[in-house]
């Protein structure tokens, strides 16, 4: 059943109006949401056991994510923008604990100096894996990171890029990854060449 109100008397959707406000506004729009949101994912993190460091970047990478489905189309609201937004950080904190509890934290041996642990950093060995997903360009940065550390399913990253099918995301996605290990696979080979 089509509306018989005249199109500019449709109100748009709750993910609609978001989508538009973001376009027209997206520094307003972001701010309002913050204000909104922040606080109970402040609230939530800090009484599952995380810091204010922590609530801030699961509430950024919430942003991120509702951003970018808001303005790709794929969003669907149900309740308020932030309260989908406090949702997310909900989940991704859930996400980041169990992620800690499978690689907990070790201290340092004893005999292990400051100086000497900044050896070992992976930026200092050439094996700083976001570097390398950072030079692959913004499009395989962006299906990577979607897969692997967000989660999403490939439905969902078609959509969000464009593409035609699912089957398509997969390609570029496999693509992405290859050029990823082979740019490690060239670093880590010329670092163990002996001379």
């Not at 669907?76 to 690689?103: D, P």
């Amino acid at each position: 059943m089509t509306s018989s109100l005249p199109p500019q008397l449709v109100q748009p959707t709750p993910a609609g109006a978001l989508r538009e406000s973001l376009l027209a506004n997206r520094e307003q729009a972001l701010t309002r949401l913050y204000q909104r949101a922040f606080p109970a994912v402040r609230r939530y993190v800090g009484g599952h056991g995380g810091t204010l460091q922590d609530a801030q970047d699961v509430f950024h990478d919430a942003l991120v994510i509702l951003y970018e489905q808001a303005v790709g189309g794929t969003l669907v609201l149900t309740a308020s923008a932030s309260t989908y937004l406090v949702g997310i950080g909900r989940n991704l904190w859930h996400h980041e604990q169990r992620r800690r509890a499978r690689l907990p934290h070790e201290a340092l041996p004893d005999g292990l100096e400051p100086a000497a642990a900044e050896e070992l950093a992976p930026e200092e060995s050439g094996f700083a894996v976001l570097d390398y997903v950072a030079q692959l360009g913004e499009k395989c940065k962006s299906i990577l990171l979607a897969f692997y550390y967000f989660q999403q399913p490939l439905t969902q990253i078609a959509t969000a890029h464009h593409y035609r099918s699912v089957r398509s995301a997969t390609v570029q996605k496999f693509k992405c990854l290859e050029r990823l290990r082979q740019a490690v696979r060239a670093v880590v080979s010329a670092e163990t060449i002996d001379y």
